[in-house]
């Protein structure tokens, strides 16, 4: 089983429509998530950090943590153009190593 | 507040060479990970150095090692360079304290190209 998952393929939103992102994560006892935003050629850019269970909200990003599922989510609602970009998923094990999913392709259509 | 810096942005080597990339982390950051960056694999941990320690170590071969200073800037270096070693590097600091919690930030990273 990976560390980290994120299954879904390329995303297409239209402007304006939410679109959500999905990740599941392989230790129980991972405390620490991350999503992280890379556009093309550039390097990842942190966008949220979650650490308990629920929902955190930071402007038009909502992240979403269940230990029990071993699932953590991101909504980007309001899509915007400039949201076109790949969303890794990042999962502390151990100390202080990051593992990432492979990342989620999002195209936001104007 | 400075980012992360990571010298230098882009490198054209040949097969058999051997390269060392330089990170220099946020001020106050004191771990430091190493990350290789591919279209097939994605993103993978390569190391990571705390108070001049390696504290953390991914799957890696031996060909590829690291250190860090004593004012947290840390140096990776490839040996006998290998077509399979082309890639983005990528290093990200974070203050590196007990619980792990903290997030680690990317620098920009230096793009190796082998010949």
């Known amino acids: 089983q990976k560390e980290v998952e994120q299954n879904s393929g390329p995303l297409s939103v239209p402007e304006g429509a939410i679109a959500s992102l999905n990740c599941t994560y392989s230790d129980r006892v991972s405390q620490s998530f991350f999503w992280y935003r890379q556009y093309s050629g550039k390097s990842p850019e942190l966008i949220m950090s979650i650490y308990s269970n629920g929902d955190k909200e930071d402007g038009r990003f909502t992240a979403q943590l269940n230990k029990a599922s071993q699932y953590v989510s991101l909504l980007i609602r309001d899509s915007q153009p400039s949201d076109s970009a790949t969303y890794l998923c990042a999962v502390i094990y151990g100390n202080n190593r990051l593992a990432f999913g492979k990342g989620n392709q999002v195209v936001v259509i104007p | 507040k400075a980012g992360v810096t990571q010298t230098p942005r882009y490198l054209i080597k040949t097969r058999g060479q051997q390269v060392t990339l330089s990170c220099s982390p946020i001020?106050?950051?004191?771990?430091v990970s190493w990350y290789q960056q591919t279209p097939g694999q994605g993103l993978q941990f390569l190391f990571e150095y705390f108070s001049e320690t390696q504290r953390n170590k991914g799957n890696f071969p031996g060909r590829f090692s690291g250190r860090q200073f004593s004012n947290s800037r840390s140096e990776m270096n490839v040996s006998t360079l290998e077509l399979g070693d082309s890639a983005l590097y990528l290093c990200?600091?974070?203050?590196?304290?007990?619980?792990?919690?903290?997030?680690?930030?990317f620098g920009d990273g230096t793009r190796l190209s082998i010949l």
């Open positions: 001020s106050g950051h004191r771990s």
């Open positions: 990200a600091s974070s203050l590196g304290l007990g619980d792990g919690n903290q997030p680690q930030h």
